[in-house]
């Protein structure tokens, strides 16, 4: 049986992940983090799910994902949940990153020159995730009325949330990010 680790920053997309998944039982990993293991079925292929809360911010997702790979020894690890659209991207739609831009690293001289650190997805992990927009049953599973899309594009991430789309920081990723779809 294939195995994924699904990591949430907050309880309300922890939940959500939590909704699809049967036969949960809760553990705990010997440095104190609680996991659920359950399974999940499509397309005939049945999942080991093993889902954590990491709490807001990189730092303490990065220490869960290390935990939760040594721990569940997965076939692939991901992260979920609600990011804000920079362009195209509407309430709702999913975006599944193709890379993800560290917009936070850089240098500070006069002005702040990015030098993003940049994460890659696997040509696989991108190939899997185009194949499964285009399938339209996935739509079932989602109990809003609309119909979301789905892109396969970057994103940015970083430790700041960003509220408002007037502000400098979505204006410094509009120009610095112009193809990353969500933050």
């Known amino acids: 049986m294939s195995c994924a680790v699904i990591l949430t920053a907050i309880r309300s997309?922890?939940?959500?992940?939590?909704?699809?998944?049967?036969?949960?039982?809760?553990?705990?990993?010997?440095?104190?983090?609680?996991?659920?293991?359950?399974?999940?079925?499509?397309?005939?292929?049945?999942?080991?799910?093993?889902?954590?809360?990491?709490?807001?911010?990189?730092s303490p997702a990065a220490v869960e994902a290390e935990r939760a790979i040594a721990y569940f020894n997965p076939d692939v690890i991901l992260f979920v949940g609600?990011?804000?659209?920079?362009?195209?991207?509407?309430?709702?739609?999913?975006?599944?990153?193709?890379?993800?831009?560290?917009?936070e690293s850089g240098k500070v001289a006069e002005t702040f020159r990015p030098r993003p650190d940049v994460g890659l997805s696997t040509y696989s992990m991108i190939q899997r995730a185009r194949a499964e927009a285009r399938k339209p049953d996935w739509l079932a599973r989602v109990s809003s009325s609309a119909s979301p899309r789905v892109f396969v594009a970057p994103i940015a991430a970083g430790e700041?949330?960003?509220?408002?789309?007037?502000s400098d920081l979505f204006?410094?990723?509009?120009?610095?990010?112009?193809?990353?779809?969500?933050?």
């Not at 983090?33 to 049945?46: C, D, N």
């Open 13 to 58: 997309e922890y939940m959500a992940v939590r909704a699809h998944l049967t036969d949960l039982k809760e553990e705990m990993h010997s440095k104190g983090t609680i996991y659920e293991r359950g399974k999940f079925s499509s397309h005939g292929q049945e999942w080991e799910v093993g889902i954590v809360e990491t709490g807001a911010g990189n």
């Open 82 to 103: 609600v990011a804000g659209g920079i362009k195209d991207v509407k309430l709702g739609d999913v975006v599944a990153a193709t890379k993800v831009y560290g917009y």
């Open 160 to 166: 700041q949330v960003v509220a408002n789309k007037e």
């Open 171 to 183: 204006k410094f990723l509009r120009h610095n990010y112009g193809d990353a779809l969500a933050v």
